[in-house]
């Protein structure tokens, strides 16, 4: 062991100071040599260190199959990828449709194909190649992604192309995903966070009826009237090439380029020839408005420590979209407003200094949450603010969210807007160092562009945001009509036409209202 121990001593000053030094160091009796720390060590290599070779600006390729199809690739250093197929399609594409078609296809992603002959089969392969696979709808896109090793990338373009192109859709599985939406519209409406209900709400209200404000959930009423024929006549209108894109992260454009015209090329679908005429093209429609949900908050969570009963509002304006320069500012802008929960842990990135903590969590205790959202699309943007509190002060919670709104349009402080520019570019950085997050972010703007912008020109855009930027923004969303979407006990919520008030006044207050009886 004593002789072990004084090996491992020997290889480790070896290691240390080269073995020229270390025979200085034997013969001086075993006192360390007399070495300077600012000059190279004998006998050690000379270091090479990586630098930057100007390709970064051709860091995603794009490659336009014949048929249409986009193939964009991002390299990424390590033996995972992760790859899968944007479709331009999603709940804003349903006007000829019955609503919820986008939901079902979700469900029934990964499911049997030609190739495969159940979900089981399909995972069992994917876990060949440590692989995983995930479907997810939006409003405006449809992405199935696999992440797995890159040795298994043939496997995994050829498993996309099947389950996009090739799905079997068959009765039982049907059947399956129409419980599931059940049960998933179920637990919607009983689930003690409504963020994802009050945006369905919002949506619904700020563009009545047309694109992004129909609805993202299958309706209950839909559910029986889905089947594989309304399946295939929409797969048939919106699964076409020239509405895809095959995205990759961690993989070489070649080798991603090569699989796509082996498997994604010349594919005939499962649904016959596609129709693309029956593409609707519609664009958004802004019409504002209020969505109400009169609901028992009461017990909505029960517990040990239940959560007591509140009251939600969203309050909404129309904004930009994503293919606009206002975009920047708009997400300047909603980093400044920020905002949470009344219970979120302090520290430094985590918000405490944005308005909607200082000016309202920070002064009104009664309140529990107040956090700004910003929703973009590629025709249309919605910028919304929401809150909770208790029933009995709601009316004072929607003029604190309208005062908010007003004050937006005010000249931001220099340092107020530094802190949210360098919040924005901070968390931009951090969310794109997850290969998933990249895979997304590659996707969705080659799908909507064609072409990708490098997070340093996004970062180089959000610095030269300016003071005036912010206010002529806000100054062009005020202009609108106000979106709002309300949920809970509204016995005191005030009329949408005294919240379109507030919003046109100069102090945000809503008019008074005096009652002889209380």
Known sequence: MAAHMSRCRTWSRVQRFGIAAYRKYSSSGGGYPNISLSSPLPSIPKPVFASVDGQEK????????????????????????????????????????????????????????????????ILLTLEKHGG?????????????????????????????????????????????????????????SMRPDP??????????????????????????????????????????????PERMVLAGVGIEHEQLVECARKYLLGVKPVWGETMAADVDLSVAQYTGGIVKMEKDMSDVSLGPTPIPELTHIMIGLESCSFLEEDFIPFAVLNMMMGGGGSFSAGGPGKGM?????????????????????????????????????????VREMVE??????????????????????????????????????????????????????????????????????????????????????ALGDLAELPSYEHIQAALSSKDGRLPRMYRLFR
């Open 353 to 393: 200094f944005t308005r909607l903590y200082l000016n309202v969590l920070n002064r009104h205790h009664w309140m529990y949450n107040a956090t700004a959202y910003h929703h973009s699309y590629e025709d249309t943007g919605l910028l919304c603010i929401h809150a909770s509190a208790n029933p009995r002060q």
């Open 132 to 188: 995983i696979c995930d479907c997810q709808t939006s409003r405006d896109t449809t992405m199935y992604a696999v992440s797995a090793e890159v040795k298994g990338l043939d496997t995994v373009v050829s498993l996309l192309s099947d389950a996009v192109l090739q799905p079997r859709l068959l009765d039982e599985e049907i059947s399956m995903t129409k419980m599931a939406v059940r049960f998933e519209l179920q637990d919607l």
């Open 195 to 240: 963020e994802p209900l009050l945006t369905e709400m919002i949506h619904a209200a700020a563009y009545r009826g047309n694109t992004v404000g129909l609805p993202r959930f299958c309706p209950v009423d839909n559910v029986d009237k889905i089947d594989q024929k309304v399946l295939h006549r929409y797969l048939a209108s919106y699964y076409c």
């Open 400 to 485: 604190i969210i309208t005062r908010e709104f007003i004050q937006m349009a005010g000249n931001p402080g220099e340092m107020e807007l530094e802190r949210a520019k360098t919040q924005l570019k901070s968390m931009l950085m951090m969310n794109l160092e997850a290969r998933p997050v990249v895979f997304e972010d590659v996707g969705r703007q080659v799908l909507s562009t064609g072409k990708r912008k490098l997070p340093h020109e996004l970062c180089a855009l959000i610095s030269d945001v300016k003071a005036s930027d912010i206010k002529r923004v806000t100054t062009k969303m005020m202009r609108s009509k106000p979106a709002v979407a």
């Open 58 to 121: 051709y860091e995603t390729r794009i490659t336009t199959l014949e048929n249409g199809l986009k193939v964009a690739s991002q390299d990424k250093f390590g033996q995972f990828c992760t790859v899968g197929i944007l479709v331009n399609s999603g709940s804003r594409h349903e006007t000829k449709y019955s609503s919820g078609i986008a939901h079902f296809l979700e469900k029934l992603a990964f499911s049997s194909t030609a190739q495969y002959g159940s979900k089981d089969e």
